[in-house]
């Protein structure tokens, strides 16, 4: 069993000083993208960070542009918020086509009994 079987996703699962170590940067990086809104890890009820996996991909990815792609902190704000954009929309669109094969059952269901 992997740790992500063990642990969910978006639980939270890194202290900060783990999740700087994954992502190879200085906690005081990973406390200023907080600071400027780019991660919002949890708070345990002693007000430490931690830090699920999809905070330490969505920090990964934010090198990532930084790093490879040369993005500007400005410039990684606007991409990381269309990203969530997105995933936003897809997930009401994977919703959305539930809903969908929900009502075409439904249709069926109703035209067999008329017919």
Do not use: H, W
């Not at 005081?28 to 830090?51: D, F």
């Not at 929309?89 to 067999?112: S, Y």
């Amino acid at each position: 069993m992997t740790m992500e079987d063990m642990v969910g996703y978006d639980e939270p699962c890194f202290v900060i000083s783990v999740a700087a170590r994954i992502v190879g940067v200085q906690t005081q990086t990973l406390r200023y993208y907080e600071r400027i809104g780019l991660v919002q890890p949890r708070r345990t009820l002693g007000n430490q960070r931690m830090y699920s996996r999809r905070e330490v991909e969505r920090v990964q990815r934010i090198r990532g542009l930084i790093n490879d792609l040369g993005v500007n902190l400005a410039g990684v704000e606007v991409v990381i918020k269309l990203l969530d954009r997105l995933e936003q929309a897809e997930e009401e669109k994977d919703e959305l086509r539930g809903r969908i094969r929900v009502l075409e059952q439904r249709l069926r269901a109703a035209t067999r009994q008329v017919v």
